[in-house]
């Protein structure tokens, strides 16, 4: 998983600071974390599953927990193994990867709205480019 999760860092917009960057506002990272995890994209990837929990409660578990409480919450839900993992490497990288082309697509000239939608098509493009399941 965590091998995946370095498939979103570049050279660009999500090199290693920017990345630790997104990733330090916590409360913007687990918002586009769960808005990648419960993306159509991601939950076609997983056979339609959606996680039913809200961004308060997915933070304090990964704080408290680390990846293994997100792992065992995730379990209680009702995900496999396998797709807990496919889709917590994709949103844990792709997170920080969205955020910060949002952030040059704003700065490019685009609108929020704009920034936003070719950021996550960028997203899907990076991993149909490098994630395997």
Wanted: proline content about 1%; charged content about 25%.
């Amino acid at each position: 998983m965590a091998i995946s999760m370095a498939n979103y860092i570049n050279w660009h917009d999500n090199n290693m600071l920017n990345a630790a960057k997104a990733f330090a506002n916590q409360e913007q990272y687990w918002k586009d974390f769960l808005y990648i995890f419960n993306s159509d994209y991601l939950k076609v990837r997983r056979g339609g599953l959606q996680l039913n929990i809200n961004e308060n409660e997915l933070a304090e578990t990964a704080r408290k927990g680390g990846i293994k409480g997100l792992f065992a919450l995730l379990l209680k839900n009702g995900f496999t193994p396998t797709r807990i993992a496919d889709s917590i490497a994709i949103a844990t990288g792709g997170a920080t990867m969205y955020r910060n082309r949002i952030n040059s697509n704003i700065k490019k000239g685009m609108s929020q709205k704009e920034a936003e939608a070719r950021a996550f098509e960028d997203f899907m493009e990076v991993t149909e480019e490098s994630q395997q399941s």
